[in-house]
């Protein structure tokens, strides 16, 4: 059992159960920061994974922007207290079944379809991932570099959208 | 050589987090906790794939960054998507006063 194992686990269940107290909270806005640590958790496994761009794009993007984005919606609505129940009372246990069974598909399609015996090592040093940097950034100008542009006009065709949408009509105003 | 971590642990919690997040889509009623549930679907998404190319690696030898460049660009349509998402939820807020989707049941404004 090495350290890394262990730290593994211990992320994995930080990750598991941030996951269900989003799930379950009756806060909005502890249900956001619920969903930072999630997102924390998942960007030291990629930092396992050797993918520390990733990792930092993660924390800067989901972490960062994303979520405060989402803080700020929650606190401009005023709808951080959730009223408890629905409408259908038969929906909940309905979906936690279906939840099971999704679990149990997938974890099951995942374990068996792969070689059960492959071992991700440990991420190098931190010259080797600054040359892997290099490498990635190298391929993402060139091989992937209409993407590249294309998200940028998504990026702003969203900016133009959301300001159109949240934009007040001219009569409602007044 | 057992140091590191087997693939399929990641896969497994990619696994977990993805069903909590499609749970979460189904027992919740608030558009923003739902919202916030797509986003871990999502990431638990990006954990399998950047999972998926660490193993690539291993059996070619070489590194291959295309997974972690396709990690990119969901997390830069992930962006654009919670801008456009939740401006639709202020929007709605507005003339429905809630953001209930069980109160959302009409198709006309």
Redesign the interface.
């Known amino acids: 059992m090495d350290f890394t194992l262990i730290l593994f686990y211990v992320v994995a269940g930080v990750a598991a159960a941030t996951a269900v107290g989003l799930l379950f909270s009756r806060n909005a806005v502890y249900a956001a920061l619920f969903l930072v640590l999630n997102f924390a958790c998942v960007a030291v496994f990629y930092l396992l994974l050797g993918a520390p761009f990733i990792a930092m794009a993660q924390i800067t993007v989901y972490a960062g922007a994303i979520m405060v984005l989402f803080l700020f919606v929650i606190m401009l609505l005023g709808a951080e207290k959730l009223p408890r129940g629905g409408i259908l009372p038969w929906q909940r246990p309905l979906a936690i079944g279906a939840a099971a069974i999704l679990l149990a598909e997938a974890g099951y399609l995942l374990v068996q379809r792969v070689q059960s015996a492959a071992v991700l090592p440990d991420p190098g040093s931190f010259e080797n991932s600054v040359s892997s940097l290099q490498q990635m950034a190298y391929l993402l100008f060139t091989d992937y570099l209409l993407p590249f542009e294309v998200t940028s006009i998504l990026l702003l065709v969203a900016m133009v959208g959301a300001i159109v949408l949240t934009r007040q009509a001219k009569g409602a105003q007044r | 050589?057992?140091?590191?971590?087997?693939?399929?642990?990641?896969?497994?919690?990619?696994?977990?987090?993805?069903?909590?997040?499609?749970?979460?889509v189904?027992?919740?009623?608030?558009a923003?906790?739902v919202?916030?549930?797509i986003?871990?679907m999502l990431?638990a998404a990006?954990?399998?794939f950047?999972?998926f190319?660490?193993?690539f690696?291993?059996t070619t030898g070489q590194?291959v960054?295309?997974g972690?460049?396709f990690?990119?660009?969901v997390?830069?349509?992930?962006?654009?998507?919670?801008?456009?998402g939740?401006?639709?939820?202020?929007?709605i807020?507005r003339t429905k006063q809630t953001?209930?989707v069980?109160q959302l049941s009409s198709m006309k404004g």
């Open positions: 050589m057992d140091l590191g971590i087997p693939l399929t642990h990641y896969l497994l919690v990619s696994a977990i987090l993805f069903t909590m997040g499609a749970l979460g189904l027992i919740r009623r608030n923003l906790i919202f916030m549930s986003e871990l990431n990006n954990l399998a950047v999972a190319a660490r193993s690696e291993q590194p960054f295309t972690q460049l990690v990119f660009f997390i830069a349509v992930a962006a654009a998507e919670v801008a456009v939740l401006a639709l939820i202020v929007a807020f953001i209930d069980d």
